[in-house]
């Protein structure tokens, strides 16, 4: 999939290739592992900063959401739907964060229910919410994927 496209009624971004030099889905035996997508359009970063703050919780938790959909997207490249995804088994949620900011959890919550909205059962997972000093780009959030697929 290269265009943006709809999921079960959800809006994903198009495919965007790496900014960098890395591979943004790993598939093997199985798995994928999507590399860690940060909320962005194009060159533009949606909320960049650090939460707590520059950035507010609740735009944190857009971020996550766009993270997410960016994550899905390079899973769908991928795998060539996300029909293939069996189930996902982990996320990981860096979260950009001032001192002493502690909800991390509360900014992974956006990326977990969205998940769980778009794909179902399939979308529980095990998670991590990790507070960092920072992140590529100056952004907000960054979103880490592990699912079990189908071959294509």
Known sequence: MTGAFSYRGHELPAYQEPAYC???VMVHDGQAWVSGSVPKTGDSDLHPGKVGADVTIEQAK??????VRNALSSL????????NVEQLLKITVFVASAQSFNQQPRVADAASILLREILGD???????????AE?????????????AVRAS
């Open 135 to 147: 992140l590529p780009r100056n952004s907000c959030v960054e979103i880490e994927l592990v699912a």
């Open 62 to 67: 857009q971020a996550a959401e766009l993270a």
């Open 122 to 132: 399939r979308g529980n997972h095990a998670r991590s919410a990790v507070g960092v």
């Open 22 to 24: 890395y591979t943004s």
């Open 76 to 83: 769908a490249h991928a795998i060539g739907d996300l029909d």
